[in-house]
């Protein structure tokens, strides 16, 4: 009894030795690999350089005059040219609020995301489009920046364009989805064995897998109680575009969506996700004071291998062109006021 005792003991902690010697030679592989001092820095166009995220939302969530290579913030903290004190008095101000679609994530200049063709476009002198967006925000985030900085302003119209976080929220809020996540970060035994074998075999393979929907109910929920609260501001709320489609390889699934933004479900399970969330967006229309513009709607009218184009090279976020297009759908909105 006492052999065995000991024999089981010197077994289990075999099996401990052996996992952290093959856990220090995939780490050791890992680095010589990947080792490359300028993969370590944030490069200088990227902007998380210009962020200025914290949880006291009354303050601009980005740096004031932050300039990098593409991408100038105003004294104020927007993605605009700079805007006269008069005229934030005078003028009929419009905001685009929301995530890094909103603020351009993708767009080559400050005058080609949505707000600076818009202030191109629209030909009225009377009125701004200040782009308010926020990277790596959700809708809570974007109505707290509201409620606490940018409700100042007195904006006469309010443009909404975010709820990709959200569902990546929905995804990464799983328990079971945050507890893998840790594993990954801390083993890279456990992380070749995710990419290898759990991922494109059970997630992908939509075998199992794991999301928070109630994140999407609440979403729409918010929204409703944000524009419903506010019922003398006009809102236009837009649906997210995207070439998301049930065709796409493996490869192209996760070099695009699931490894770009480590949030790993199927390729099913995200389309039911996206279509739920914009269906929630299009319910919105009920209220009196708020029109929904269907980009989706639009987009997916082009070719999957044309609309592609519209797009930085994943489904999210949009280049100059596809800022563009967006445009060119709101001028009508703007066109008499």
């Not at 690999?33 to 200025?52: A, I, L, R, T, Y």
Request: charged share 25%; hydrophobic share 40%.
């Amino acid at each position: 009894m006492k052999n065995t005792f000991i024999n089981v003991l010197v077994l289990f902690f075999s099996l401990i030795v052996g996992f952290f010697i093959i856990e220090i030679s995939f780490r050791t592989y890992s680095l010589i690999k990947n080792w490359d001092f300028d993969k370590q820095k944030v490069s200088v166009d990227n902007p998380v350089n210009c962020f200025n995220r914290n949880k006291d939302f009354s303050v601009s969530q980005l740096l004031p005059n932050c300039k990098i290579p593409s991408i100038s913030i105003n004294s104020l903290g927007f993605r605009n040219d700079e805007i006269k004190e008069e005229d934030l008095i005078s003028k009929k101000l419009v905001f685009l609020i929301g995530e890094s679609i909103a603020f351009g994530w993708g767009a080559s200049d400050n005058k080609t995301t949505i707000t600076g063709y818009l202030n191109d476009m629209v030909r009225d002198d009377n009125l701004i489009f200040i782009n308010a967006g926020v990277p790596s925000t959700t809708i809570s985030d974007s109505i707290l920046y509201y409620e606490n900085y940018l409700k100042k302003f007195n904006p006469q119209s309010i443009i909404i364009f975010t709820g990709w976080n959200d569902i990546l929220t929905s995804i990464r809020s799983n328990f079971i989805n945050k507890t893998i996540s840790k594993l990954r970060k801390y083993s890279k035994v456990f992380e070749y064995f995710f990419y290898n074998i759990y991922f494109p075999k059970v997630i992908y393979s939509d075998l199992l897998n794991f999301y928070n929907e109630k994140v999407i109910d609440e979403y729409f929920s918010d929204l409703s109680k944000f524009t419903q609260n506010h019922p003398d501001t006009d809102f236009i709320i837009l649906t997210l575009p995207t070439y998301l489609n049930l065709d796409m390889s493996y490869q192209e699934y996760l070099k695009e969506i699931a490894g770009n933004v480590d949030a790993f479900v199927s390729l099913k399970k995200l389309k039911f996700l996206y279509e739920k969330l914009n269906n929630n967006i299009n319910k919105l229309s009920i209220y009196n004071n708020i029109k929904v513009v269907n980009i989706a709607k639009d987009f997916s009218s082009i070719k999957v291998s044309d609309r592609k184009k519209l797009f930085i090279g994943e489904i999210v976020h949009l280049h100059d062109e596809g800022n563009k297009k967006i445009a060119e759908n709101l001028i009508k909105y703007f066109s008499d006021k």
